[in-house]
């Protein structure tokens, strides 16, 4: 993977390097080499990422699902997304998001979120316990 892919990739999950040093416990030199180019991820650390990657879009779609068939059953013409305060929250709702910062479900949400703007869906976000 490219340097500049892996850097795009590490954002786009949210994750900043002192996040991704507790998730993928390595030094934030190494990241910083990654990054670079001076030296490579191993495949593991890509793997992990692109992992969360697939998790991210996985729940965004089971989400975004389940509210596109309430708006077709219940008519309402809006959506309310519903953001975690605490990681222990979160993780009582979706253990696979365990280990995870808890800014990842907001990449989810922010998923979703532009997913129901394309199709012109009125959409909102609130802070909720599990």
Known sequence: MHPAEFKTLREALGLSISTLVKV????ERTIRKWESGKKQPPQGVVDTLEGIDAL??????HIF?????????????????QRFVEETDLVSAYP??????????????????QKF????VPVSII???A
């Open 65 to 81: 699902d389940q509210h596109q068939e309430s708006m077709k059953n219940g008519g309402q013409q809006g959506v309310v997304l």
């Open 24 to 27: 993928i416990d390595v030094d």
């Open 56 to 61: 991210i879009n996985k729940t965004a779609r």
């Open 96 to 113: 696979e998001f365990s280990g995870l910062p808890i800014m990842s479900f907001g990449v989810v949400l922010f998923r979703v979120r």
């Open 127 to 129: 802070y909720t316990k």
């Open 117 to 120: 703007i394309d199709l012109d």
